[in-house]
T-cell receptor, first 115, second 112 residues
Framework: GAVVSQHPSWVICKSGTSVKIECRSLDFQATTMFWYRQFPKQSLMLMAT?????????EQGVEKDKFLINHASLTLSTLTVTSAHPEDSSFYICSASRQGSSEQYFGPGTRLTVT | QKEVEQNSGPLSVPEGAIASLNCTYS??????FFWYRQYSGKSPELIMSIYSNGDKEDGRFTAQLNKASQYVSLLIRDSQPSDSATYLC????????????FGSGTRLQVQP
């Protein structure tokens, strides 16, 4: 199989605080992981591509200093939302690919609410 | 022209009918194609991949690919209310990118 987990599944935080979301590939090594954001009734929006051992590649319009991505191992990538604001409230989803494969396997997502 | 186009729907079919979901793509060099299903409030789930022209069947699902027409479709036979979801078509990364390019999705409603 190709199982991807995310933690936490939901989180509520106060405005101005930081939140870390973990994405793990449980049964395969993921050389590349992707972070998406999805607002209600809208399409998936790719935020960044995370490569193990190197800096993430951010999509245009995504603030790299606000959304910190670390991909320290072949099974773990983290997304930290710094100084969160209510407009950052969204559904954050990671996905992972095996080396040499285009198939992406998604984690279950993390619902972030900033109050 | 969008890279991957899908009709947003909703596509409404009665229970037991065949649901036909369509997708067109702009990059003639694309070699592999994927269908994902996303239930409301959940993350996408890979349900089919197809790499060659023609049909690929998996249970009630059939993916059809026509590279000459740059067209890929997903047929769902004997549609069930539990098939009600948004179906996303995806093609491989374009040059310089690593992520799949997703269509905006077609919302399917199966009426009991």
């Amino acid at each position: 199989g190709a199982v991807v987990s995310q933690h936490p599944s939901w989180v509520i935080c106060k405005s101005g605080t930081s939140v870390k979301i973990e994405c793990r590939s449980l049964d395969f090594q993921a050389t590349t992981m992707f972070w998406y954001r999805q607002f209600p009734k809208q399409s998936l929006m790719l935020m960044a591509t995370s490569n193990e051992g190197s800096k993430a590649t951010y999509e245009q319009g995504v603030e790299k200093d606000k959304f910190l991505i670390n991909h320290a191992s072949l099974t773990l990538s983290t997304l930290t939302v710094t100084s969160a604001h209510p407009e950052d409230s969204s559904f954050y989803i990671c996905s992972a690919s095996r080396q040499g494969s285009s198939e992406q396997y998604f984690g279950p997502g993390t619902r972030l609410t900033v109050t | 022209q969008k890279e991957v186009e899908q009709n947003s729907g909703p596509l409404s079919v009665p229970e037991g009918a065949i649901a036909s979901l369509n997708c067109t793509y702009s990059d003639r060099g694309s070699q592999s194609f994927f269908w994902y299903r996303q239930y409301s409030g959940k993350s996408p789930e890979l349900i089919m991949s197809i790499y060659s022209n023609g049909d690929k069947e998996d249970g009630r699902f059939t993916a059809q690919l026509n590279k000459a027409s740059q067209y890929v479709s997903l047929l769902i036979r004997d549609s069930q209310p539990s098939d009600s979801a948004t179906y996303l078509c995806a093609v491989p990364p374009f040059t310089g990118r690593r992520a799949l390019t997703f269509g905006s999705g077609t919302r399917l409603q199966v009426q009991p």
